[in-house]
Each structure stands twice: as C-alpha cells, then as structure tokens.
C-alpha cells in the first residue's frame, strides 16, 4: 500500500506514543502521558491536534493544561495533525513557551547496493543492555543534560528493547558502544529512530554503518515504506540519507516545551 512519507512517520510515531503512553482523546486531540512527572518530551505530549478556527486555541489549550495537571504534570509537546495549518498554532504556542522543532521526512526511494566496511560491529541491543546504558549515557547530543535526563532516556529504551516491532542496534568498536539505532515496525511502515553517537567518534562512518544495517534487515523485512526524520539542523545526517537511497519527502513541525523543570 502506498503512502505518503508524513502519513507514514505520523503513524509510526503515534504507534510508538502508544506503546510508551496511556491515551485520552480530548475535544482538540489526542494526550498521550505518563502518570508521572518527566522531562522527556514524547512522554507527555498532545498529538493529532486538530484546530479549525483559531478563536478555539485559547480554549484548546487550556483543555490540554488542564488534562496534565489534573496528572500532576506538564503537557511538554503539541503536533498537529497531518495537513493542520500551523502558523497561528505556532505563533500561539511560542508565546507561551514552546519552541518549534522543524524536520525534514525523508522516505527510502531505491535500495543501494553499495558495500559498506568498516572497523564497526552492528549487534542486537537485547543482550547487551550495559553497553545499550553506556551506549545511552555516553550520548553526545545529551552531553550536556544531566545524568538524571540520560538515565530516563535509558529507561524508555530499556522497557521497550523486549517489544517485537522495536529493533535496536549498537555499533561496536571491539567491546565499546560507539553508536545506536532502532528500526520500529508498524505494517508496512518501517521507521528508522533513535539514532545517536557517543563522544570522540566519527559520527558519520558509525551512523553509516547503522544505517545499512537497519536497511539490509528492512529489505528483508520486506518493508515497503521505509521513513525516518532528521533535524533540520543536521544538514550532514541528510547527506548520508541521500547517500543510502533516501529523497526528502515533507516536513513536520513539533512545538516543545522548553521550561519543563
């Protein structure tokens, strides 16, 4: 079946907040939330927001604050629905101190029979889940987060990892974890998440050679709609995506919360 790129990642990522989340559908949206407090963005969010007249923001909002502190915690991420206008919701949102997150989808186009070798091992996470937490802790996109912040996100991956639709890889320089990426399945859609690097390597060879595995197992799979997000501001993850066969397909816009303390 096909599908767009956005709609593809969309659902993915919606299967992915339920997994993680209970649900409650409000008047606007979707919440899906943990019932604790927690500084992980995708723990608490408000999803499939979907805002026809922009005289009902205010009242949408306030219906979403309600919801989580009623929880005792924060809403910490909105994301429209697919084809939702943005621009009030966004000029809304930051004025009271959410932040937009642009994205670029890109979705696989041709499959790249190009050898990859490298120094690095690609191996399962699931029985290796010390270097999974090193792997985690030692994140340099987190370098500066504190060990509590690190700590949960190893949590979420650890309490996923035993999941049959949730594949994570390490990449391994002889027994250290150098990198990590995940390749979750929802039907025919492959998403391609998680990835991250430690401090002090190549990022590009170790991410390289995280992607072709994933990919390799995808083809496998038989997946026939292979999508995955990269930040705008990560201009060299999108060589690389162009570089195993992928083509930039949308955009998506989050809204994060920045004081979530």
């Known amino acids: 079946m096909e599908r767009s790129a956005i709609g593809s990642l969309l659902r993915a990522e ?3 907040a339920w997994q993680l989340c209970e649900k409650q559908t409000l008047t606007y949206g979707i919440a899906y939330y943990q019932k604790s407090p927690t500084r992980l963005h995708e723990l608490q969010q408000f999803r499939e927001v979907t805002i026809e007249n922009s005289m009902d923001l205010p009242r949408a909002f306030e219906e979403a604050e309600s919801f989580f502190a009623a929880l005792g915690t924060k809403c910490l991420r909105w994301v429209a629905a697919q084809n939702q206008q943005t621009e009030a919701l966004s000029t809304f949102l930051q004025e009271r101190g959410f932040v937009p997150m642009t994205y670029t989808v890109w979705m696989l186009s041709e499959w790249v029979n190009r050898a990859h070798t490298c120094k690095y091992r690609v191996l399962p996470a699931r029985p290796m889940q010390s270097a999974m937490l090193e792997a ?4 340099v996109a987190w370098a500066s987060e504190p060990e509590s912040f690190r700590e949960e996100r190893a949590r979420v991956l650890k309490e996923r990892i035993s999941e049959p639709s949730f594949d994570l890889f390490l990449a391994m320089d002889g027994q250290r974890p150098v990198g990590r990426c995940a390749l979750f399945q929802v039907g025919d859609i492959a998403s391609i998440m998680d990835v991250g690097v430690v401090d002090g ?4 060879e170790v991410e390289s050679a995280l992607l072709s595995h994933v990919l390799v197992l995808s083809r496998r799979l038989n997946m026939k709609n292979i999508v995955m997000r990269i930040a705008d501001a990560c201009a060299d993850r999108g060589e690389l995506a162009v570089s195993k066969g992928f083509v930039p ?3 998506l816009i989050e809204f994060d919360r920045m004081s979530n303390g």
């Open 14 to 16: 919606q299967a992915y």
């Open 136 to 139: 985690v802790m030692h994140d």
């Open 201 to 204: 390597v190549d990022s590009r």
């Open 249 to 251: 397909s949308g955009s």
